[in-house]
């Protein structure tokens, strides 16, 4: 009997490790990675296994420091930084679509914190919107899809990739318009 019972919970603990080893594995792909020497250090970490807690899963979130200065971003800063990052991004979107002879059907229109860009067939239509609740702007992209930007440091980071939202745009809008020169980096909180 002791040894059905002994036989079981290795079999149990064989089962929970093989199913860590997927799940590490999956989350790995994803860009989370486990860590059983840091415990204390990390925020947002969840704990998974049988008789262990010292694996902890952590987003790669850029470093302490950005994170704190995102974390102390009060909601009145906040709240500037995004009414000037869209409302340069509406003008100059604005400005892009007016002097465009290759966009039939393109439209650009702002009202209470969504900034819908229609760029026409084939191309889509971007938005661009604040999440108060969250302190971030959200991006959907017919090109790269949906993208979350936090404020850290003076720009909107995608803290997935490290990529900025205006160098995001960077690279697709000038895919689509052609016939300018386009430069999002020297908007406002674009560099």
Same mark, same amino acid.
């Given at each position: 009997?002791?040894?059905h019972?002994i +036989? =079981?919970? *290795?079999?149990?603990?064989? $089962?929970v490790w #093989?199913?860590?080893?997927a799940s =590490?594995a999956a $989350?790995?792909?994803?860009?989370i990675?486990y !860590?059983?020497?840091?415990r204390? $250090?990390?925020t ?11 694996y902890?899963c #952590?987003r790669f979130?850029? $470093?302490?420091k950005e ?5 102390? *971003? %009060?909601t009145?800063?906040y709240?500037r930084?995004?009414?000037e990052?869209? %409302?340069?991004l ?5 400005e892009?679509?007016? !002097?465009? !002879?290759d966009? &039939?059907? =393109?439209d650009?229109?702002y009202?209470d ?5 229609n760029?026409g067939?084939p191309?889509?239509?971007?938005v661009?919107n604040r999440?108060?609740p969250n302190k971030?702007?959200w991006?959907s992209?017919?090109?790269s899809?949906? &993208?979350r930007?936090?404020f850290?440091?003076? &720009?909107?980071?995608?803290k997935?990739?490290?990529?900025t *939202?205006h =160098? *995001?745009?960077q690279?697709?809008i000038p !895919? +689509?318009?052609k016939s300018?020169?386009i %430069?999002f980096i ?6």
């Amino acid at each position: 009997m002791q040894t059905h019972r002994i +036989i =079981s919970h *290795l079999r149990f603990c064989s $089962n929970v490790w #093989r199913s860590a080893a997927a799940s =590490s594995a999956a $989350n790995c792909a994803r860009g989370i990675t486990y !860590n059983p020497a840091a415990r204390e $250090n990390w925020t947002q970490s969840t704990y998974f296994s049988h008789h262990r807690r010292d694996y902890q899963c #952590r987003r790669f979130h850029g $470093n302490q420091k950005e994170d704190d200065a995102e974390i102390h *971003l %009060d909601t009145a800063t906040y709240e500037r930084v995004c009414s000037e990052t869209l %409302d340069a991004l509406c003008d100059y979107f604005e400005e892009l679509t007016e !002097n465009a !002879n290759d966009l &039939k059907g =393109s439209d650009v229109s702002y009202g209470d914190g969504v900034l819908t860009v229609n760029l026409g067939q084939p191309h889509g239509t971007y938005v661009i919107n604040r999440q108060t609740p969250n302190k971030q702007i959200w991006l959907s992209s017919p090109t790269s899809g949906p &993208k979350r930007f936090d404020f850290v440091g003076s &720009k909107w980071i995608y803290k997935h990739s490290g990529e900025t *939202l205006h =160098s *995001l745009l960077q690279l697709e809008i000038p !895919n +689509i318009i052609k016939s300018q020169s386009i %430069d999002f980096i020297q908007l406002p909180y674009g560099s």
